[in-house]
């Protein structure tokens, strides 16, 4: 008898030991992430696209696209120029187009920059195709239930992702293709607490397009977790970091964006970081979240909270200022991160 559970026993350390890496090793597969962006205005989206690469150089995550929801035709081109910096110029770009919010941004002129005839920081994107076939594309394309996106900008990429129909990417309109493929959408949008003594602040990223993040978020199909204007505002990024931590290089897409926009000591609120720290990492304890509930959209851009049980969103809280230092040392150390050298980043 003792024999026979020796070799039962022998067996199902074999079976284990099978199994266990297969398991380890889809567990901990980077994130698939797409970066749905108003990159143009503020300066917190382009040190959030930062962090990004540097999440992605630590394994973390898996930049499949970035969409961008503003009507500029330098956003593409700026993106890609950041893109190419960390190494990465071959990740697609998906433009708004026509009937997009327009806006002028005071970092955009990157892309022309030139330096003894030759551009500062070489890109080879001009015009990006249609954001709604990109995303369509990059969807189709990954395993069930592996995608999150974060929204750090406008709603209009995403209220016309849903409203697709099936095409040559999947056969799936763009409600069934989000509700198969993404796990969570995080997004900076809102307010859920008062700003500065008002309880009906209307946050900018919401107010920009109404309409879009009205019915965008009435037919999402799966969990939203929301980064309030609060949130942000709690965590301003220390233009000290801007002055000494990107000088590994004599340009820098960040810090010279984070100058044009509005140079230290200005320390900018890291709105858009919040939600991407968020989408790669849930389960590191950043942040807590409120219980469930839904989100409606009033007509002047307010997004009021009311808790469900079975709601379908949450919105993060920072809830001590323990809290606070730990997320804020983590977006700067991100952001800051060099490009790693295998990937072509420049020494």
């Known amino acids: 008898m003792r024999g026979v559970c020796t070799r039962l026993i022998a067996g199902a350390m074999l079976f284990a030991a099978s199994v266990t890496p297969r398991v ?30 540097a999440m992605e150089s630590r394994g973390a995550c898996k930049l499949l696209a970035v969409t961008v929801s503003v009507d500029n035709p330098k956003t593409a081109p700026f993106v890609d120029l950041v893109n190419t910096f960390y190494g990465r110029g071959e990740v697609p770009i998906g433009d708004v187009g026509d009937g997009g919010v327009k806006l002028e941004g005071k970092y955009l002129k ?60 999947s056969p799936l309109s763009g409600v069934e293709l989000v509700k198969a493929k993404v796990k969570f959408l995080s997004l900076m949008a809102g ?23 009205a019915r965008m978020v009435e037919k999402w199909p799966t969990e939203l977790v929301w980064s309030g204007f609060e949130i942000g505002i709690a965590l301003p990024y220390p233009a000290t970091s801007i002055e000494r931590d990107y000088g590994y290089v004599k340009h820098h897409p960040l810090a010279e964006a984070y100058y044009l926009y509005n140079p230290p000591p200005h320390n900018r609120p890291t709105w858009d970081l919040t939600s991407v720290l968020y989408a790669v990492h849930p389960d590191r304890g950043y942040f807590d979240l409120s219980q469930p509930g839904d989100v409606t959209v009033e007509k002047d851009g307010f997004t009021r909270f009311d808790a469900a049980p079975k709601g379908r969103s949450r919105y993060l809280i920072l809830p001590d200022e323990a809290r606070k230092a730990r997320v804020l040392e983590a977006l700067v150390q991100l952001s800051s991160e060099p490009p790693h050298n295998h990937e072509g980043g420049r020494p």
């Open 110 to 169: 990157m892309v022309d920059a030139v330096d003894d005839g030759k551009p500062r920081y070489p890109h080879d994107l001009l015009t990006a195709p249609p954001a709604t076939a990109v995303l369509r594309k990059a969807l189709a394309s990954q395993p069930d239930k592996s995608v999150v996106i974060a929204q750090v900008g406008f709603s209009t990429n995403l209220d016309r992702l849903l409203e697709t129909k099936g095409d040559e990417y």
């Open 191 to 213: 307010s859920f607490t008062p700003i500065n003594g008002n309880k009906h602040y209307l946050e900018y990223n919401v107010v920009k397009d109404v309409p879009s993040c």
């Open 24 to 53: 380890s090793a889809a567990a901990d597969a980077p994130v698939g992430l797409i970066f749905d962006t108003d990159i143009c205005g503020d300066v917190d989206d382009v040190l959030a696209l930062g962090m990004i690469h």
